[in-house]
T-cell receptor, first 110, second 109 residues
Framework: DTEVTQTPKHLVMGMTNKKSLKCEQH?????MYWYKQKAKKPPELMFV???????INESVPSRFSPECPNSSLLNLHLHALQPEDSALYLC?????????FGPGTRLTVL | GQNIDQPTEMTATEGAIVQINCTYQ??????LFWYQQHAGEAPTFLSY??LDGLEEKGRFSSFLSRSKGYSYLLLKELQMKDSASYLC??????????WGAGTKLIIKP
């Protein structure tokens, strides 16, 4: 089983809203990732958690705040986003080599 | 700098064979991945190469030459559902994935 789940599938929010994206995996993977993907572009790495600790933050604005409550869950808290933050947000997890992606959350910021 | 090149778009005929090339220049090499991505969906893992040679998995094969910084993805017996973007990604010395821009493959009947 290589399933990563993400909720919600779609999210529309205003620039003053606070919302959270959720990601879950039960494969025992110890690395989890957040990516942002714009149309016709490859995924851009945002954050990496390794053994529940933030190991990489790719200079992401503070309006994006990741959280890893336990080894199976990864959240991305959103606050005061801009319209240019509208994108597909992908979560992935890996054991050693291969990253497996969740279906993504399509985010629209109005 | 780090660079991965792959063609922007390719067209092929249903039932035929197509080869998608990927060349890379990265700081270190710890494996090369191919992913398939249908429009609006998440990338799906296809193959992983870390040693030179050909890896075959059903209708899909992937080849790697580390000395040439080159890989290809070979798709046989093309089906309409193979219409998608194919992303090449290299894991660098920091074990981070460096992504190519993707190749949009269009399959015609």
């Amino acid at each position: 089983d290589t399933e990563v789940t993400q909720t919600p599938k779609h999210l529309v929010m205003g620039m003053t809203n606070k919302k959270s994206l959720k990601c879950e995996q039960h494969m025992g993977h110890r690395a989890m990732y957040w990516y942002k993907q714009k149309a016709k572009k490859p995924p851009e790495l945002m954050f990496v958690y390794s053994y529940e600790k933030l190991s990489i933050n790719e200079s992401v604005p503070s309006r994006f705040s990741p959280e890893c409550p336990n080894s199976s869950l990864l959240n991305l808290h959103l606050h005061a986003l801009q319209p240019e933050d509208s994108a597909l947000y992908l979560c992935a997890s890996s054991r050693v080599d291969t990253q497996y992606f969740g279906p993504g959350t399509r985010l629209t910021v109005l | 700098g780090q660079n991965i090149d792959q063609p922007t778009e390719m067209t092929a005929t249903e039932g035929a064979i197509v080869q998608i090339n990927c060349t890379y220049q990265t700081s270190g090499f710890n494996g090369l991945f191919w992913y398939q991505q249908h429009a609006g969906e998440a990338p799906t893992f296809l193959s992983y190469n870390v040693l030179d040679g050909l890896e075959e998995k059903g209708r899909f094969s992937s080849f790697l030459s580390r000395s040439k910084g080159y890989s290809y993805l070979l798709l046989k017996e093309l089906q309409m559902k193979d219409s998608a973007s194919y992303l090449c990604a290299v894991r660098d010395s920091n074990y981070q994935l460096i992504w190519g821009a993707g190749t949009k493959l269009i399959i015609k009947p």
